[in-house]
Each structure stands twice: as structure tokens, then as C-alpha cells.
């Protein structure tokens, strides 16, 4: 049985019990100026896993990983002379922006959704700032919602969304903002707004001159460019799925029981059949088994239940990359 969920008013003790829960891989939502955030160590596979599960997210999508200042995003991402005049202009504040990860960041490859990338953010709120430099590390957080839900400007509407999945809720009142960060993608030559938010795209300008709209269009609008699919990690390799017989020059990913030992290598996402440890160990797996010496990826069916339907649908899509 989960554990009852505390909610604590906000206070230095409320604080210093939230960076243990997340020391502990433990999830703590938190009030940032725009929304709640459901946070958990961005280094702890296990942790970010714990957030997909709790939001039941039909797939993964990047996080955004929440950092104190300019030099904690320096640690984790490639900062550039755009993203440190940004920082510069609107952190702490509502604007997370996506920079190439740097190869020894130590975050979870699942934050990313096994992109080379990563979305840093300051937030302004006090509390946010305070948890951050307690707990001394980076804070993966979505909104503390359920996947389709609305995003929570209250501790009560996280209680009310996700019930018991946060370990703790750090209660600081109304969100000021509301509105969620607005995402710029600083990784290719020309600064794109992957999301409409707090920070308008007139106040970017003012800073960046002309920025692509790459945002994804609401009510499945077909894309005006190229640009505004959103990038999903695939490994370079063909991969086949729902695999019991791999082949002996494919690399198997076995999920609970084992192979039948006939493909070149096995790994298993979870050798005791969990597929919450399965998630947190997907893009770390298929990065690890994507080599030219193998035909392809063969991975095992692994059940469509819980956050078992994401890494269906990452899996899916990576076969569909290579099919004609
Ligand atoms: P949420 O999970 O509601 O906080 O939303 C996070 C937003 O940031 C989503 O629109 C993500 O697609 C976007 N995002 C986060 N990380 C990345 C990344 N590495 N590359 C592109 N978009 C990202
Ligand atoms: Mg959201």
C-alpha cells in the first residue's frame, strides 16, 4: 500500500524534510511562480521514473530539470552566450531553456528521453529556490498533475490529482504566475520557442532578434514546418518489438524472464518484471546496445500496463523510425 502523502506548510523544517524525501529518490511537489511541480532527483533513474508513473503519462517527454542559478545549469548543460544572456535577463524566472547536455552531467538519461539535450529553468519562487539550495542538486519537475489534467496552482490541486503518489507537498499558497515556462531550444543555430508561456516571445526577441515558433500547434493542428515535430529519441539501429526468438547477430532487451540466449548480447530492463525499474532503465539500455556490430535491437513484449503503455509507445515509435 502507498504511504499517506503529507502536505506541510511552508517552512524551514517543511524544506529540510522535502531534500531528504528527494535524497531519498522520493517524490515532493513544490510551488514554483507559474505552477506546482512534481520533483524528483534529475540523477536518480528510479526517481524520474516514479514521476512518469505518478502522472500516468502515455509517453515520455523530456522534463525540465529546475537548477538554482546560471552556474548550476553550467554543470549539467553547454551554456552558450544566448543562454547566459537570457539567464542573465529572466532568471530565477519562468523560462526553461534546452541546451545540449554535457556528456558528464550525471542526470538521468530519462529526463531527457534519451535526447542529447536538456531544458534547464531558475524558478524565482522563494520556496523553489530554497529547496534547490538545500537539497544541493537538480530538481526534474513537471506539473504535479495527471497527464491531461489541468497544471496546479494550489497544494490541494495536487492533492486532489495525483492523491498519495508525491511522498510530500510543500504547501506556499497560490501560484502568482499560473501559466507554465515558456521552453526556447538554443541548441541550433537559431533560437526556437518550443512553448508559449510566462516569458512572451516579444520580450525574447527584444534579447535574442527573430525566434522560430517551433511550439507544437493545440487541437492537433498539422505543423506549419518541419521544425515543430517534436524530436524524439531513436536508436540508430533497427529495433523490433513484441521479440520471444531474437536473432544471433541482434542484441536482445529481455524484460522479467530471460532469453533464450541465442542473440549476440542480452540485457534485461527488469529482471523481476517491474515496469517502473524498466523505465528507468530504457534509454540507458538501447543507447548502451545501439552499435554497428549489431543488426538490430530485438526487445521482448513488455506488458501495456502503468507506465508500461509509455515505453510501448517510445518503443513503437523508435521501430517505426527505420520501417519504410
Ligand atoms: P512539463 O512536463 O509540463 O513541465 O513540460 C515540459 C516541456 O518542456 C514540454 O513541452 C517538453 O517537451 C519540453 N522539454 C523539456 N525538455 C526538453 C528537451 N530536452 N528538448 C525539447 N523539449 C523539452
Ligand atoms: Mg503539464
Known amino acids: 500500500m502507498e504511504a499517506p502523502c503529507t502536505t506541510l506548510p511552508a517552512s524551514d523544517e517543511a524544506i529540510a524534510r522535502a531534500a531528504e524525501r528527494l535524497h531519498d529518490g ?20 528510479d526517481a524520474v521514473a516514479r514521476i512518469f508513473a505518478a502522472k500516468d503519462r502515455p509517453s515520455f517527454n523530456p522534463l525540465i530539470v529546475h537548477v538554482a542559478d546560471l552556474d548550476a545549469a553550467g554543470t549539467y548543460g553547454a551554456v552558450n552566450d544566448l543562454a547566459r544572456m537570457l539567464a542573465e535577463r529572466f ?3 519562468p523560462l526553461s531553456i534546452v541546451l545540449p547536455r554535457l556528456p558528464d552531467s550525471g542526470l538521468s538519461l530519462l529526463v531527457s528521453a534519451g535526447l542529447d539535450t536538456v531544458a534547464l529553468r531558475a524558478p524565482a519562487h522563494p520556496l523553489a529556490q530554497d529547496l534547490l539550495t538545500r537539497f544541493g542538486g537538480p530538481i526534474a519537475a513537471p506539473s504535479a498533475n495527471r497527464a491531461g489534467e489541468v497544471s496546479p496552482t ?9 492523491g498519495n503518489a508525491p511522498d510530500l507537498i510543500i504547501d506556499g499558497g497560490h501560484c502568482t504566475v499560473g501559466l507554465e515556462s515558456t521552453v526556447i531550444d538554443l541548441c541550433d543555430e537559431r533560437p526556437a520557442i518550443l512553448r508559449h508561456g510566462a516569458v512572451t516571445r516579444e520580450q525574447l ?14 487541437s492537433g493542428a498539422a505543423p506549419r514546418s518541419p521544425g515543430q515535430i517534436a524530436r524524439h529519441y531513436a536508436p540508430a539501429i533497427p529495433i523490433r518489438i513484441n521479440v520471444t526468438d531474437p536473432r544471433p547477430d541482434e542484441a536482445f532487451v529481455a524484460f522479467g524472464v530471460p532469453g533464450t540466449n541465442n542473440a549476440a548480447v542480452e540485457l534485461n530492463l527488469s529482471p523481476s518484471g517491474e515496469v517502473i525499474e524498466a523505465a528507468a532503465r530504457l534509454f540507458a539500455t538501447l543507447r548502451e546496445l545501439d552499435r554497428p556490430e549489431f543488426t538490430g535491437i530485438a526487445v521482448a513484449p513488455v506488458p501495456d500496463i502503468g507506465i508500461g503503455r509509455a515505453i510501448n509507445d517510445r518503443l513503437r515509435r523508435a521501430a517505426a523510425a527505420h520501417a519504410d
Open 205 to 218: 526577441e527584444e534579447q535574442l532578434g527573430a525566434v522560430d515558433d517551433a511550439s507544437i500547434p493545440e
Open 91 to 93: 532568471w530565477p524566472g
Open 26 to 45: 522520493g517524490l515532493v511537489a513544490f510551488p514554483t511562480e507559474t505552477v506546482y511541480g512534481l520533483g524528483a532527483d534529475a540523477r536518480n533513474d
Open 154 to 162: 494550489a497544494a490541494t490541486h495536487v492533492l486532489e490529482s495525483l
